[in-house]
């Protein structure tokens, strides 16, 4: 496998980092494209836990190269911080690491200004992880914002923080400035040896055939167009980004694995359709550990969504399907899953574009029979219970993709692939 592409196809946590440490065994480029430290990838290998935000989950295998794309906004301080853990881990970083100079830069205003705009928002506010992600993607597009290869030049740094800060009518005293500009000026010396554009290394790797792993962050439905807009975050996330994230085209890609979680789960607010209350959420939630890794809040849980299931693996064009956490439905006498929505009378098979249309559907399940065996020593699909294949099935008919790797359990020796026909 030449490039593969793994994307978190819902609302994020579908644990596609343990998808892509899984996979990566066998990747010599792992990369980032878009989003920035509002990601929280988990990873649980050898026993040991490992949170990313920025880096990508690649460093934990010591032959690959880690990038970070031009469409990747990088808080530079928790950056360097996610750094020093990881070496404090164990893990070599120098020479495996390569952050573009085109990246954005989230600046201590941005998280400033994300936190003031959800005050303001009150009841309506997105619900946001409060790490300046919206306001620094916000002020690229409006071409206020600063990249990476700005802290390279550090008069031209100085005015243009001082031109962003009178775009926002904030203002600023000299010695605030003097000390950021001073804290930039430190952490370009640590960052530094990691800076350089990333997509000639990718057009190099592609020419000797080297295997490149892109690796996606949240979720499709919270793509900035495609998602539940305006309950979004402020990058890209379904797989056209790839491309513009990254400088390697996305006709490049071979293979595109949509991650979904054998249920549903959305952290942060905006319409959930199959969003359950009471016993058998909370249920799920303790089961599934759902609790967010960047911001430690519980996420809400529902019931697979085949509609928007079937949406965004249409809106990224995916070849299979890795469905994790199928081990939390055990235990249950019966599942869900919903095959259309009903609003006003009428069926839909398509998701409302418009949240407040959302907001108002009612979802259509079938049920399924479920199983009580654990599963989280099972590796192969013929070893699953039977309901639990069938519930595999059902969400590979629905979506019209094969499922091809499941995961029962967080360490990466829970998974399996499924061979072609759904029977190995
Ligand atoms: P932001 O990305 O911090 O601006 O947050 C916007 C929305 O995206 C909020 O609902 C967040 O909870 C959600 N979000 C952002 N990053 C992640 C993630 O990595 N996993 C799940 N939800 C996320
Ligand atoms: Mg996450």
């Known amino acids: 496998?030449?490039?593969?592409?793994?994307?978190?196809?819902?609302?994020?946590?579908?644990?596609?980092?343990?998808?892509?440490?899984?996979?990566?065994?066998?990747?010599?480029?792992?990369?980032?494209?878009?989003?920035?430290?509002?990601?929280?990838?988990?990873?649980?290998?050898e026993g040991r836990k490992y949170v990313f935000h920025t880096i990508p989950s690649g460093i934990l295998y010591a032959h690959s190269q880690c990038l970070i794309g031009a469409g990747v906004v990088v808080d530079p301080f928790s950056l360097i911080k996610e750094i020093r853990e990881l070496e404090a881990a164990g893990l070599t970083l120098q020479n495996r690491l390569t952050i573009d100079d085109r990246a954005g830069l989230v600046l201590p205003l941005h998280q400033m200004l994300d936190l003031g705009s959800e005050?303001?928002?009150?009841?309506?506010?997105?619900?946001?992880?409060?790490?300046?992600?919206?306001?620094?993607?916000?002020?690229?597009?409006?071409?206020?914002?600063?990249?990476?290869?700005?802290?390279?030049?550090?008069?031209?740094?100085r005015q243009r923080i001082t031109e962003l800060y009178e775009y926002h009518h904030i203002p600023v005293a000299t010695d605030e400035l003097t000390a950021l500009l001073a804290n930039l000026k430190d952490a370009y010396k640590q960052l530094k040896q990691y800076i350089s554009p990333i997509s000639p290394i990718l057009h190099e790797a592609r020419q000797r055939e080297a295997s490149i792993l892109f690796e996606g962050a949240q979720g499709s439905l919270l793509d900035r167009t495609w998602g539940t807009y305006p309950y979004v975050t402020s990058s890209h996330t379904v797989a056209d980004a790839i491309g513009s994230g990254t400088g390697f085209s996305l006709r490049h890609i071979d293979k595109i694995i949509g991650v979904y979680k054998a249920y549903c789960t959305r952290v942060g607010e905006g319409p959930f359709p199959t969003e359950l209350f009471g016993t058998l959420g909370d249920n799920i939630r303790i089961t599934g550990n759902e609790f967010g890794s960047t911001t430690g809040r519980p996420r809400r849980v529902g019931w697979f969504d085949g509609v928007m299931a079937a949406y965004t693996a249409r809106l990224n064009g995916i070849d299979a399907i890795a469905l994790t956490l199928l081990d939390v439905l055990s235990g249950l006498d019966e599942i869900k899953i919903c095959i259309g929505y009903e609003s006003g009378g009428k069926t839909l098979s398509e998701p409302p574009a418009h949240h407040l249309d959302l907001a108002k559907v009612?979802?259509?399940?079938?049920?399924?029979?479920?199983?009580?065996?654990?599963?989280?020593r099972v590796r192969s699909f013929k070893a699953l219970p039977h309901s639990a294949q069938f519930y595999v099935k059902a969400i590979a008919d629905i979506l019209d993709v094969p499922v091809e790797i499941v995961s029962v359990g967080k360490d990466r020796k829970q998974t399996f692939m499924i061979q072609a026909g759904g029977t190995a």
């Open 1 to 45: 496998m030449a490039s593969i592409a793994v994307l978190g196809c819902m609302w994020g946590d579908e644990a596609k980092a343990k998808i892509v440490d899984y996979l990566g065994a066998e990747v010599d480029y792992v990369v980032r494209f878009q989003g920035g430290s509002n990601a929280g990838h988990t990873i649980v290998a």
């Open 362 to 376: 009612r979802p259509i399940y079938i049920t399924l029979e479920g199983w009580k065996e654990d599963i989280t």
């Open 119 to 157: 005050a303001r928002l009150k009841d309506s506010k997105i619900g946001t992880t409060g790490r300046g992600i919206g306001p620094a993607y916000a002020d690229l597009t409006a071409r206020a914002g600063l990249r990476l290869g700005d802290l390279a030049h550090p008069r031209y740094l």
